[in-house]
């Protein structure tokens, strides 16, 4: 198999997959980041989302190809102590009940907030429209990324 060279949560790294093996499967076979999580398989749900490069993809349909040369941010190098403010919000406003879709939720939020620090719910609600929450938290999910954008989540875009 051909070996590709990833930056991923600011660490060089090297994995030997297929080149359409999509990044989700080398984030969480490979190289063992499990915070990414598989939910649809389709990039209909979101829970595979993580930032090539500072923009939110899903990871389950973008090949490894995709992300040679490039940066991947995952969940787990969002922050290192987890004490991103959209991580923080998230807690704060107590968003999770099952989990699965927080960290593709997450990504996308801050993903948002990098590029616009004051979003509107319609700007909230335009970014997060690819993205399913199975248990309704979609409320505090919203209270969540507008707090984040109060206490400055746009000036900690995370290991871009």
Not at 51 to 65: D, E, K, S
Request: hydrophobic share 35%; charged share 15%; aromatic share 4%.
């Amino acid at each position: 198999m051909p070996e590709y060279k990833l930056t991923v949560n600011g660490k060089p790294m090297t994995v030997d997959v297929s080149p359409n093996t999509p990044i989700l499967w080398v984030l969480r076979d490979s190289l063992n980041m499990t915070g990414t999580k598989f939910g649809c398989g389709m990039a209909q749900c979101g829970a595979c989302t993580v930032h090539l490069n500072g923009q939110p993809i899903r990871g389950c349909v973008t090949p490894v190809t995709a992300a040679v040369g490039k940066k991947i941010t995952t969940i787990e190098g969002l922050s290192a102590a987890s004490n991103h403010p959209v991580q923080q919000a998230w807690i704060a406003e107590q968003v999770p009940q099952c989990g699965y879709c927080q960290s593709g939720m997450i990504m996308t939020a801050s993903a948002l907030l990098a590029k616009k620090a004051n979003p509107t719910e319609a700007d909230i609600d335009q970014a997060l429209s690819g993205h399913i929450c199975r248990c309704g938290t979609y409320p505090r999910i919203k209270k969540a990324i507008l707090r984040a954008a109060k206490t400055g989540a746009a000036s900690t875009g995370g290991a871009e």
